[in-house]
């Protein structure tokens, strides 16, 4: 065989060789063995620049891997250097942004300007509205509603700073609720988020309701996914994390809730703007699950308690909520009502105004079987008043036992 064909041999070997290093993403050198005398074959071994190896096609190489996938790994990468240029370029063009319309707020205010009456502001942006809506729709819970407003003063308050152009920044509040079960925790965070709306902390004011189940995989990858998308799902609101404190299992140092734990307080602390984080939970665990996670607690600016409610104000829930649902309590049904309740209170699984909704429900399931029997009974006349479709009666109520077994 002649030297020239020799010569082009190594030369497509080569280059084809160096083509293949192009494509996996490594700068390479090539080296070629010498001919040996008299063979037309070539040697080719591709050296990484970066350290020795073997980049041969054998798939027992460590090094050996599908060309998609490396593409894919490099793409991956690629989006999230990308990403986080981005977010941080846009925080900067946030920053300058305020700047700006700090100094041309403090331009076009007179010195003579006055900030106005709290008054003004409670009624111009609507929270004077929603704080006696929460009064109608809570019973009772004076301290919580005593914190509210203390949280609605002053964000009134920085508003009013900041139309005389004085400095003003976005308090912490990342909230607390501690109490038990059926103490109107979600409703505050309900009413917290229309005010944090209306006073422009937040863009929606919505409130996205999580567990340990909607936050934590079950196997590795699969958290972070799962956390992220409620956070995406909550962002411009309230996210509002129930019985928080089964996110972080002391017992288990692989546990995945931590995953989800270290992206919450990334979140609280970078999208605070944004995004308001409530913690709920008993009063016991919150605290043993605030000393596992300082983290958590230092970025926790408002606690709120909740207390168990007392007898006559559980009572005046069940009225309230018959009256929503449109009936009446009969003669002697409110102390049939209040008897059952006191009982309940002192037995397990007690969840203060659910166990009132579900003796109410019980009651009407009851109410409406009476009056069917009654009206299909032999010697009635079958006809069906509204007052018989709107009472409930003493006898309507549930046994305590039945009722435990429903709580």
Same mark, same amino acid.
């Given at each position: 065989?002649?030297?020239?064909?020799? #010569?082009?041999?190594? /030369?497509?070997?080569?280059?084809?060789? %160096?083509?293949?290093?192009?494509?996996?993403?490594?700068?390479?050198?090539?080296?070629?063995?010498? *001919?040996?005398?008299?063979?037309?074959?070539?040697?080719?071994?591709?050296?990484? %620049?970066?350290?020795?190896?073997?980049?041969?096609?054998?798939?027992?190489?460590?090094?050996?891997?599908? *060309?998609?996938?490396?593409?894919?790994?490099? /793409?991956?990468?690629?989006?999230?250097?990308?990403?986080?240029?981005?977010?941080?370029?846009?925080?900067?063009?946030?920053?300058?942004? !305020?700047?700006?319309?700090?100094?041309?707020? %403090?331009?076009? @205010?007179?010195?003579?300007?006055?900030?106005?009456?709290?008054?003004? +502001?409670?009624?111009?942006?609507?929270?004077?509205?929603?704080?006696? =809506?929460?009064? +109608?729709?809570? #019973?009772?819970?004076?301290?919580?509603?005593?914190?509210?407003?203390?949280?609605?003063?002053?964000?009134?308050?920085?508003?009013?700073?900041? =139309?005389?152009?004085?400095?003003?920044?976005? $308090?912490?509040?990342?909230? &607390?609720?501690?109490?038990?079960?059926?103490?109107?925790?979600?409703?505050?965070?309900?009413?917290?988020?229309?005010?944090?709306?209306?006073?422009?902390?937040?863009?929606? &004011?919505?409130?996205?309701?999580?567990?340990?189940?909607?936050?934590?995989?079950? +196997?590795?990858?699969?958290?972070? $996914?799962?956390?992220?998308?409620?956070?995406?799902?909550?962002?411009?609101? @309230?996210? %509002?994390?129930?019985?928080?404190?089964?996110?972080?299992?002391?017992?288990?140092?692989?546990?995945?809730?931590?995953?989800?734990? !270290?992206?919450?307080?990334?979140?609280?602390?970078?999208?605070?703007?944004?995004?308001?984080?409530?913690?709920?939970?008993? =009063?016991?665990?919150? /605290?043993?699950?605030?000393?596992? #996670?300082?983290?958590?607690?230092?970025?926790?600016?408002?606690?709120?308690?909740?207390?168990?409610?007392?007898?006559?104000?559980?009572?005046?829930?069940? =009225?309230?909520?018959?009256?929503? *649902?449109? +009936?009446?309590?009969?003669?002697?049904?409110?102390?049939?009502?209040?008897?059952?309740?006191?009982?309940?209170?002192?037995?397990?699984?007690?969840?203060?105004?659910?166990?009132?909704?579900?003796?109410?429900?019980?009651?009407?399931?009851?109410?409406?079987?009476?009056?069917?029997?009654?009206?299909?009974?032999?010697?009635?006349?079958?006809?069906?008043?509204?007052?018989?479709?709107?009472? @409930?009666?003493?006898?309507?109520?549930?046994?305590?036992? !039945? &009722?435990?077994?429903?709580?």
């Amino acid at each position: 065989r002649s030297p020239q064909r020799d #010569i082009c041999s190594l /030369d497509m070997v080569a280059f084809s060789s %160096l083509v293949f290093g192009a494509f996996v993403g490594s700068a390479s050198a090539l080296q070629v063995a010498p *001919l040996p005398q008299g063979v037309g074959a070539v040697s080719v071994r591709m050296q990484s %620049l970066t350290g020795p190896g073997d980049y041969s096609l054998d798939p027992g190489n460590a090094n050996f891997g599908r *060309l998609s996938d490396k593409l894919k790994a490099a /793409d991956i990468e690629r989006r999230l250097e990308e990403e986080a240029i981005m977010a941080r370029e846009q925080a900067s063009e946030r920053a300058r942004a !305020e700047r700006l319309r700090k100094v041309e707020l %403090l331009k076009m @205010i007179p010195d003579d300007v006055k900030a106005g009456t709290v008054d003004e +502001y409670m009624f111009k942006e609507g929270v004077k509205d929603i704080l006696e =809506k929460l009064d +109608y729709d809570l #019973i009772g819970l004076k301290p919580v509603k005593q914190r509210v407003r203390e949280i609605a003063s002053l964000l009134v308050v920085d508003k009013m700073r900041l =139309k005389l152009g004085l400095e003003t920044g976005v $308090p912490s509040l990342h909230m &607390g609720f501690t109490g038990a079960p059926g103490t109107g925790k979600t409703t505050v965070a309900l009413r917290m988020g229309q005010i944090l709306q209306r006073m422009g902390y937040c863009r929606t &004011g919505h409130v996205v309701v999580a567990t340990r189940d909607d936050l934590v995989g079950q +196997y590795v990858g699969h958290t972070a $996914p799962k956390t992220k998308e409620m956070v995406k799902k909550a962002m411009g609101g @309230i996210l %509002l994390v129930d019985e928080a404190y089964y996110l972080y299992n002391a017992a288990n140092d692989r546990d995945y809730g931590q995953e989800s734990i !270290e992206i919450l307080l990334n979140v609280m602390e970078n999208n605070k703007e944004d995004l308001i984080v409530v913690l709920a939970g008993y =009063k016991d665990k919150m /605290d043993r699950f605030y000393s596992f #996670i300082p983290g958590m607690a230092s970025r926790i600016g408002n606690h709120i308690e909740f207390p168990n409610y007392e007898e006559e104000e559980l009572v005046e829930i069940g =009225k309230v909520m018959c009256r929503e *649902l449109e +009936y009446e309590l009969g003669p002697g049904a409110e102390a049939s009502l209040k008897t059952y309740l006191a009982k309940r209170m002192n037995m397990p699984f007690f969840a203060n105004a659910r166990t009132v909704r579900n003796s109410i429900d019980l009651a009407r399931m009851a109410s409406a079987v009476r009056v069917f029997n009654e009206k299909m009974a032999p010697g009635s006349d079958g006809m069906v008043s509204e007052a018989d479709l709107m009472t @409930i009666m003493p006898a309507d109520f549930p046994d305590i036992q !039945e &009722g435990v077994v429903v709580d």
